[in-house]
């Protein structure tokens, strides 16, 4: 579906309008978290992001505790 914003940003930048519209669906479905932990690592890629914006449920990110993780501390 086009609209003003991904025609006017299109015509801009020249790139494809179907990008922007893509560029824009990505920015709304994936969380700021979930942005800042791939960015600028091997997953920060269109395709990624794709399968995440899918994603039904949300993920939680909790931190791991090394000690009981790898007996460390024994």
Partial sequence: ??????????AVS????RSIQR????????TEEAMG?????HLDTGAYLDKLKRMTQPIRFEPINMK????WGD
Wanted: glycine residues 12%; proline residues 0%; without cysteine.
């Fill in 37 to 41: 932990l791939i960015r600028g690592t």
């Fill in 14 to 17: 020249g790139r494809a309008e």
């Fill in 68 to 71: 009981s993780v790898s007996g």
């Fill in 1 to 10: 579906m086009a609209t003003a914003f991904s025609a006017e940003t299109a």
């Fill in 23 to 30: 560029d824009a669906e990505r920015g709304e479905k994936v």
